[in-house]
């Protein structure tokens, strides 16, 4: 089937389905294939940005590469003749929630930069936001975007640069098909996310410029063609432990931080048992992801040798907390444990790596049916409502009581693997689901 019969093909499956799923708002009907048909016009440019973004290795820790990622974006956001405002946040202005990243040299991390663009008039605002920093790749090639038939591959192209680029080229379509607005759309476009936020979303947040006046908020995360409104908080620790150095020999003149170390994750096997015997009741895809989660050792180290007592040990720890659950008493719980360690005698430390809090919105929002309308227009498929088995920027608007949803394009089982891809149908079909989603909730 090629491209053109792809794109109108997704017109008839919607007037196929109208009998079987909710039909789209009477504002959007007569826009869909106006959109869809510029979004097809337009599709070697939205491949074109993508590849220059999947190019620039924007990784997470530490922090590199922001300030060229963050000057491509303003530079094709005016283009496209959206306003945008730009706030370079210093690491004085910004807190840093890991402090290995502040052991890195200035040529690795990068000043971070918030982007906040516009199009139209008005207070009421529908917000799309993305993040452009992604996780560490495998291989420097993960950064030399190449594309396969409809498969874009590198890393971010699906987690979440694609989204990005669907959700600017959405604002456009609308744009260039000359679609009356009552109010506007706000792109928030933020670092620093695989690693918490703190001086991307956060930081917006703490200065009052994360969601003014807004009625619902899209995060363009891979979603895997289900719409994520609720995420699981997170509390991820590493932990060191310390004894005395000395030959193995001479063993009883050290003090093994190994042996302490084992102690402390004795403790907090026994609260694994009783934190992942607590289920959700949002659902999840799958009766065995209910679970709440606190896993040991993702990473752990320490020693020097085989033959010497070892002085430091480390292992982390990441508690993901379901929306049942209480963040700060998840939280002393797991202080708790680390204090009566030490009050037993073993010499710790702990540093947080990052925290974040649960969120959840009901799927029977306003914001919530216009996204479900969209999807099912573009699709032919209603979508499912689901948790997000991880942590979503959506927190930060929820907290404000904003209606926020997470849809993407990307599939969640690629993101972050050594064979990231996006397809790029999805990535057009999500441009015009954003579009349509923007048009019922601010129908003129």
Not at 7 to 32: D, N
Not at 233 to 244: E, I, Y
Request: hydrophobic share 40%; aromatic share 6%.
């Amino acid at each position: 089937m090629s491209d053109s019969n792809l794109e109108l093909g997704g017109s008839r499956r919607m007037l196929l389905t109208f009998g079987a799923v909710s039909a789209p708002h009477l504002a959007v009907a007569g826009h869909l294939k106006p959109i869809l048909a510029w979004l097809h016009h337009h599709e070697k440019e939205m491949v074109a940005l993508l590849e220059e973004l999947v190019a620039i290795p924007t990784e997470n820790p530490p922090g590199k590469k922001y300030r060229a990622c963050a000057n491509l974006l303003e530079a094709r956001l005016r283009e496209r003749g959206l306003a945008c405002q730009r706030y370079d946040v210093s690491p004085a202005r910004g807190s840093l929630n890991d402090s290995r990243q502040q052991q890195n040299t200035a040529d690795e991390v990068d000043i971070p930069v918030n982007l906040l663009a516009s199009y139209g008039q008005g207070d009421r605002t529908v917000y799309f936001h993305g993040h452009y920093d992604v996780v560490p790749a495998q291989s420097t090639e993960q950064f030399q975007p190449h594309r396969k038939g409809h498969f874009l591959f590198g890393r971010g192209s699906c987690d979440m640069k694609g989204g990005i680029v669907a959700m600017l080229f959405g604002i456009c379509a609308l744009r260039e098909c000359g679609v009356p607005l009552n109010g506007k759309i706000g792109l928030t476009l933020v670092p620093d996310e695989e690693t918490g936020g703190a001086r991307g979303s956060a930081w917006l947040a703490h200065e009052g410029l994360l969601g003014q006046n807004a009625i619902g908020m899209l995060l363009a995360e891979p979603t895997s063609g289900t719409v994520w409104n609720a995420n699981r908080g997170a509390l991820s620790m590493r932990v060191n432990v310390f004894g005395k150095s000395a030959h193995v020999g001479l063993q009883h003149q050290g003090e093994s931080a190994f042996e302490h170390m084992l102690r402390v994750v004795e403790k907090f096997q026994e609260l694994k048992g009783d934190v992942e015997r607590r289920k959700t009741s949002h659902n999840v895809g799958s009766a065995h992801r209910s679970n709440s989660i606190l896993m040991l050792g993702g990473q752990s180290g320490g020693g020097s040798n085989f033959n010497v007592v070892p002085a430091h040990c480390w292992f982390t720890l990441d508690r993901r907390i379901n929306p049942e659950e209480n963040l700060e008493m998840e939280k002393s719980r797991l202080l708790g444990i680390l204090e009566k360690c030490r009050r037993d005698g073993i010499p710790l430390e702990w540093e947080i790596l990052q925290e974040g809090n649960s969120a959840s919105c009901s799927e029977n929002e306003d914001f919530g049916h216009a996204l479900a309308r969209s999807v099912t227009a573009v699709t032919g498929e209603a979508p499912r409502f689901e948790m997000c088995p991880g942590l979503l920027e959506t927190r930060f608007y929820a907290a404000q009581g904003i209606p926020a949803y997470a849809y993407g394009p990307g599939m969640l089982a690629v993101a972050h693997g050594p064979n990231e891809y996006v397809d790029l149908r999805k990535v057009r079909e999500c441009a015009a689901i954003y579009a349509l989603t923007a048009i019922e909730m601010l129908a003129a």
